[in-house]
């Protein structure tokens, strides 16, 4: 597909922005003998001037400026007049303050300019970090292929990262990779296993998806917290220390899923750490809650692997960019503590986590709704709004592991559960939470029910 062509099928009006023509670059700034010859047939096959094309484009209702490869010219590599283009589209997304959009189908840098092509990546690089800075989202769409720089750049650069179905994406092209080497990782559902994409989109779900996004990343106005997720279970408040932990632990209970479905009414997926791993036990993404942005991580029982925290930190670092408000789920038995996480660097990644929210600028609102084991799940709760369920516990340590370390034996396992005050009403009562969200409603439980209007905290 051309770069015309899935612009047309993205988006729904394109204003083009031409830059200003210039002299025929000849063979180019080495000199490279029929460097001229062969830009002047890639433009006559393509129509285009260079490789890529940029202008401002409306995707499902949002506006944005949208930047297309021609992979036709020259293997949509870039060049000097490239990076030329790719530095206006930055530098038009920042004028006009919108997203930035990119359609991304690239061999990497143009081998007939030699250095002179390679340092745009620089050009690329600034211009994407200008555009951070102004808290603009940038989306990167990859195709068949995304190699080189244009995928270190523009590709996984990105803040959100979609490829099409099948694609070839990777740093190495298919050929200069090394003998033997695994195909699959140089695709786009490798490098989604990989935590380098977030979601394979199929190419008839593209513009609604991209229309998704774009909602989805629109803030207006100052961020207001997340309100507290209602609750799902008919639980009551448990008598015992034990009784929470068998509440908490309950197959039936109530799972991080079935509490995303119930509060936003769209949600988009982030996946992966961006450094080879995700973690299947946390859903992390952005989503529309009343029809504003808030952006989830959601753990879902399981021991949480470092690349989940890793994940987490991206998501929230992101939500702190853009100025959108911040819901976690905490429901983790603790931090996955296995020679592989150690390898994996559990400990930094942990505490990125606990930097990540203890910096964040945006509200961060936390609900326990399972099992608040440690540091593992502390590390996403928010110092000052974190409310639990009826049906959810939260502890300095396990009562099992307490009752290890204490030379305890088995049969006291439940008096050090009722010993650790770990129950909701004991958390409640000793400050570190807000509120118990539960069956009798939360308002008689709030310790700060302060309520806006709309139902968000105040």
Not at 296 to 305: D, E, F
Not at 398 to 416: C, F, M, N, Y
């Amino acid at each position: 597909m051309s770069a015309r062509e899935i612009i047309a099928a993205v988006a729904g009006n394109f204003t083009e922005h031409r830059p200003p023509r210039r002299p025929a670059p000849g063979d180019g700034p080495l000199g490279w003998a029929g460097y001229g010859e062969s830009r002047a047939r890639a433009a006559a096959r393509t129509g285009e001037e260079e490789s890529v094309l940029h202008g401002v484009a409306a995707i499902g209702g949002s506006s944005c400026v949208l930047v297309s490869f021609e992979f036709g010219f020259l293997g949509g590599s870039l060049g000097g007049h490239a990076g030329d283009r790719l530095e206006a589209a930055y530098a038009l997304a920042r004028e006009l303050r919108l997203p930035l959009v990119s359609l991304v189908a690239t061999g990497g840098s143009r081998m007939q300019e030699g250095m002179i092509a390679l340092t745009q990546l620089q050009r690329v690089a600034r211009a994407s970090a200008l555009l951070r800075a102004a808290g603009l989202p940038q989306i990167a769409v990859v195709r068949d292929p995304t190699a080189g720089g244009g995928w270190a750049t523009l590709g996984a650069g990105s803040d959100v990262v979609l490829a099409l179905p099948g694609a070839q994406v990777g740093f190495a092209g298919s050929r200069v990779r090394p003998a033997g080497a695994d195909p699959y990782a140089y695709t786009a559902e490798g490098q989604w296993a990989a935590g380098q994409i977030d979601a394979v989109v199929p190419p008839e779900e593209l513009p609604g998806t991209l229309g998704r996004w774009l909602a989805a990343l629109t803030v207006s106005g100052p961020a207001q917290p997340a309100p507290v997720p209602g609750p799902l279970s008919a639980a009551g408040l448990p008598e015992t220390g034990w009784e929470a932990v068998e509440q908490a632990r309950s197959a039936a209970r109530p799972r991080a899923a079935a509490y995303l479905d119930a509060y936003f009414e769209d949600r988009l997926p982030l996946s992966g750490d961006r450094c080879g791993g995700s973690d299947p036990g946390l859903l992390c993404g952005v989503g529309l809650h009343g029809g504003r942005p808030v952006a989830y991580v959601a753990q879902c029982g399981t021991a949480t692997l470092p690349a989940g925290y890793r994940t987490a930190s991206r998501v929230i670092a992101l939500a702190d960019r853009l100025g959108i408000p911040v819901l976690t789920l905490v429901d983790t038995p603790g931090a996955a503590n296995d020679a592989e996480a150690e390898r994996a660097g559990a400990g930094a990644a942990i505490a990125g986590t606990f930097a990540a929210i203890a910096g964040a600028r945006v509200p961060v609102t936390t609900l326990v709704i399972g099992e608040g084991g440690s540091g593992g799940a502390l590390a996403l709760a928010a110092p000052d709004n974190t409310h639990v369920t009826a049906d959810s516990y939260f502890s300095v340590i396990a009562p099992e592991q307490a009752a290890a370390i204490l030379k305890r034996g088995p049969d006291q396992v439940r008096s050090t559960a009722d010993q650790l005050r770990l129950r909701p009403q004991d958390l409640l009562e000793l400050g570190v939470v807000r509120s118990v969200v539960g069956p009798a409603g939360r308002e008689d439980r709030d310790r700060s029910a302060r309520r806006a209007d709309d139902g968000w905290l105040a």
